[in-house]
């Protein structure tokens, strides 16, 4: 059983004070808006702070890859870890995603870097909109209420080897669904579905996307570099 990694106290510093905001912020909102925190260095149990979990069905420990589907937090710390150096956080305002129970959320993120410009946390806001239709219970939705507890989410979670297979698979089978061959273009639809699904943001992730398309792991890089400039 291997140890976690020491954190530096500059992030531990940081961590501490999202988490406070955390806290803060779920004592406020009502239940139907979601906060979490994620541990970037931790990916598969990234989750070290959240309210109203049960919006998404997660808690803390939770893989980085169990959140919304469509999630352009993702693109946000790969834009991260694309500009090493870079002290200003990376904020991905209001953008449509979707729970996986099918509800449509609203969804905000920024990642925070330390002082070398690494991107290591990321705190993500998620809003439920299926009780809009509905005034009441709309409302009742936005008030808080401190007397309910919030249900804890079931204890069967996805592990991120679940989570990154499930990706690949599904990007695998939509490209096959476009022709009779499977060529480049296919193979490059689906690596951008893998990168949209957030896959590229876990380490071996590569490796894992080359082996499924019997690529090497640098055709991988090319296909990526493809997509970010196109």
Wanted: hydrophobic share 40%; with cysteine; glycine share 8%.
């Amino acid at each position: 059983m291997t140890s976690e990694p020491a954190i530096s106290p500059e992030r531990q510093w940081v961590l501490n004070v999202l988490q406070a905001t955390v806290q803060m912020l779920g004592s406020v909102l009502g239940r139907n808006t979601e906060i979490v925190l994620h541990d970037l260095t931790r990916p598969e149990h990234s989750v070290i702070a959240i309210a109203n979990g049960h919006v998404s069905g997660r808690r803390v420990g939770s893989p980085v890859l169990a959140g919304p589907r469509e999630d352009q937090g993702f693109n946000a710390v790969l834009q991260a870890m694309r500009e090493p150096g870079s002290h200003t956080p990376v904020v991905v305002g209001n953008y449509p995603t979707q729970g996986r129970d099918g509800k449509t959320l609203r969804s905000a993120t920024a990642v925070f870097r330390d002082a070398h410009g690494e991107p290591f946390a990321s705190l993500c806001v998620n809003t439920d909109l299926s009780g809009i239709t509905a005034a009441q219970a709309c409302l009742e939705q936005l008030l808080a209420a401190p007397l309910a507890p919030t249900p804890e989410p079931a204890d069967s979670q996805p592990d991120l080897e679940q989570l990154m297979a499930q990706i690949i698979d599904t990007a695998l089978a939509d490209a096959r669904s476009q022709g009779r061959k499977f060529g480049k273009a296919q193979k490059l639809e689906a690596v951008r579905q893998m990168h949209e699904g957030g896959l590229f943001i876990v380490k071996g992730a590569v490796e894992k996307a080359a082996a499924a398309l019997e690529v090497t792991r640098y055709t991988i890089y090319n296909y990526l570099d493809e997509i970010r400039k196109g």
